[in-house]
């Protein structure tokens, strides 16, 4: 069965970086799929922050363009979250999502491989 297990996360100062990383088994980065991180701010639904298909094309949400970056290495299935000039409006717990298919979108009703979240904290 496909698992997404999500690690990279922590606690840092307003300003610094995280780089997340997302282990995908049984779920090949080979042919059509969406891959995505996403996180819930309070009082709104879960939403990407960042997706990728499989032709490395990417979606940002407007709050995180600039500072995130998203990649992928298909040949260790694997999904990474670069994130930088992170701010305490940015502190989440972070889930891997994946899906079958070329349309990709940020909602995470569309995505049904779900990770278990990583915890990301940043201090003012």
């Known amino acids: 069965q496909v698992q997404l297990v999500e690690s990279g996360g922590g606690s840092v100062q307003a300003g610094g970086s995280l780089r997340l990383s997302c282990a995908a088994s049984e779920f090949t980065l080979d042919k059509n799929y969406c891959m995505g991180w996403f996180r819930q701010a309070p009082q709104e639904e879960r939403e990407g922050v960042a997706v990728i298909n499989h032709h490395g094309t990417t979606i940002y949400a407007d709050s995180v363009k600039g500072r995130f970056t998203i990649s992928q290495n298909k040949a260790e299935s694997t999904l990474y979250l670069e994130m930088n000039s992170l701010r305490p409006e940015d502190t989440d717990t972070y889930y891997c999502?994946?899906?079958?298919?070329?349309?990709?979108?940020?909602?995470?009703?569309?995505?049904?491989?779900r990770g278990q979240g990583t915890q990301v904290t940043v201090s003012s």
């Open positions: 999502a994946a899906r079958r298919g070329s349309r990709c979108s940020r909602r995470w009703e569309d995505y049904n491989y």
